[in-house]
């Protein structure tokens, strides 16, 4: 265990509380957080502020996973379970810290080594990727940052150090045991509620799946696929970029729309720009929703290394449309029929290990990240079953047509085209046992291409599979 993990957990252990990380934050527990705040006397003494109206904050998180494939190709498990712990300061004359760690247990699981020419996909990821093997030692350090709120209503801030980040395209991405993390300086603008501002440079990440932060062009970890010449790739040590400047407007000019753009310059790599528009109407009893998304992807890279050792080739670029129409009424019930359209351009880049791809025919297990020339539909509906909301149910069926695995340029992974099926039930816990949720996800994904090749590089964990994950969260 690193040496300053173990200050941050050893200290944290002994005010007696166990972390929970900001995209898990149960609704009381940051409502609470926010009186306390309001409670901090300035001619008080600073240890009795940070002492009494300071946050802990604890989260525990058991993740069972499991994994059918085709035929005779390796089918694998794991279970995972991890404990965490943060301290939060009141704002005091603006300024807020706070930090975090967690740590993480292999209980048990098949071997997840790759032994080619099969590999793990999924879960491997509750752990370390980059040492299959560590069963114990896999513990983070992850928030460390100072705030400075600038605005009378605390809406406002700049933030500089480790923290977890939730945009578009860089995410949390926490169907793992831990979610991704990033290292930099993030600023908010959030005063009027027609118009919004946000911006930020991040120079550091800590993807999910790892316990090691490094520099952003370092931070190419996963699996390469590959190049567009068809050989294999081998970027991951080849990749120089000194990090990402991104920038957000959000407009709110009328009530029930939305318009949001975003961009993304990675140095050295490329610049992404994603607009967004979304819109809600009521109907009597009903709510229409509808929304568009257009991401365009110009390569920024002017290197002279050979081509498998570019993450993204000189002058490459993507376009990428996605559309939604769904309806909603008063219990909470949704539906949306989804469609998404990845032009044959070029291949719609960006690091699996920054966050999921933001387009709406998104499904849990399976991304079309990687891929041009694409054509993706789903639908998908939502239902809570009881008058609480407390029990939510959410069906999904999509179809996923793809370039051929035979075209390098169009298809980095070798997907083939496929339909998917997700089904997923969650219960939060009331009463005597509030703070636990359950979520059971069930996910097939069959094979639409009747002339495919059966070869692991095309089969396996990605068609004619079956997937199973059970996660328990505990947070208080």
């Not at 006397?41 to 069972?64: A, Q, V």
């Not at 992850?142 to 923290?163: A, M, P, W």
């Not at 929703?289 to 110009?298: L, R």
Request: aromatic share 16%.
């Amino acid at each position: 265990m690193k040496f300053s993990t173990r200050i941050l957990l050893s200290g944290a252990l002994v005010a007696g509380s166990i972390f929970s990380s900001a995209q898990h934050h149960d609704p009381n527990l940051s409502a609470r957080r926010v009186l306390i705040d309001k409670r901090c006397l300035e001619n008080d003494s600073l240890i009795n502020i940070l002492h009494n109206t300071g946050s802990f904050e604890g989260h525990i998180r058991n993740f069972f996973m499991t994994t059918t494939n085709h035929g005779d190709f390796p089918d694998y498990y794991a279970w995972g379970v991890g404990g965490g712990l943060g301290y939060f300061s009141p704002i005091i004359k603006g300024f807020q810290v706070g930090m975090s760690g967690y740590i993480i247990y292999n209980l048990a699981s098949s071997s997840l080594a790759p032994t080619p020419p099969f590999a793990n996909r999924y879960e491997i990821g509750l752990f370390d990727i980059s040492n299959p093997d560590n069963h114990e030692d896999l513990d983070r350090l992850e928030d460390l940052y100072l705030s400075y709120y600038f605005s009378e209503k605390n809406k406002s801030f700049i933030q500089v150090g480790k923290f977890h980040l939730k945009t578009p395209m860089i995410n949390l991405q926490d169907g793992r045991m831990r979610p991704n993390l990033q290292e930099g300086v993030w600023a908010e603008w959030n005063e009027s509620k027609k118009i919004v501002f946000k911006a930020g440079w991040l120079w550091r990440t800590s993807p999910r799946s790892t316990i090691h932060w490094y520099d952003i062009g370092k931070s190419l970890i996963y699996p390469n696929g590959r190049a567009v010449n068809g050989n294999k790739a081998d970027y991951t040590t080849h990749t120089k970029s000194s990090g990402i400047a991104l920038a957000n407007v959000t407009l709110k000019p009328i009530r029930g729309f939305e318009y949001q753009v975003w961009n993304y310059y990675v140095d050295r790599l490329f610049n992404m720009s994603l607009n967004k528009i979304e819109y809600k109407r009521k109907l009597d009893d009903r709510t229409l929703m509808a929304g568009f998304q257009y991401a365009w992807q110009k390569s920024l890279y002017n290197d002279t290394l050979a081509i498998e050792k570019q993450y993204i080739t000189k002058d490459e670029q993507s376009h990428t449309f996605s559309g939604r129409v769904g309806l909603a009424n008063r219990k909470g019930e949704e539906w949306f029929l989804n469609y998404t359209r990845i032009t044959s351009h070029g291949r719609f880049l960006f690091p699996r290990e920054w966050g999921i791809e933001p387009f709406y025919t998104f499904m849990q297990r399976e991304r079309n990240e990687g891929s041009g020339d694409v054509h993706a539909t789903t639908v998908q509906h939502t239902r809570f079953l009881d008058k609480g909301k407390h029990f939510e149910l959410l069906a999904a069926a999509g179809m996923y047509w793809m370039p051929s695995v035979n075209d390098a340029r169009l298809n980095k992974y070798t997907m083939p085209s496929y339909y998917q099926f997700n089904a997923r039930s969650r219960y939060r816990f009331q009463g005597f046992l509030r703070g636990l949720n359950l979520e059971v996800l069930y996910t097939f994904k069959g094979n639409l291409d009747n002339g495919l090749e059966i070869q692991p590089s095309y089969y396996q964990n990605k068609v004619d599979m079956h997937h199973v994950s059970v996660v328990m969260d505990y947070y208080f």
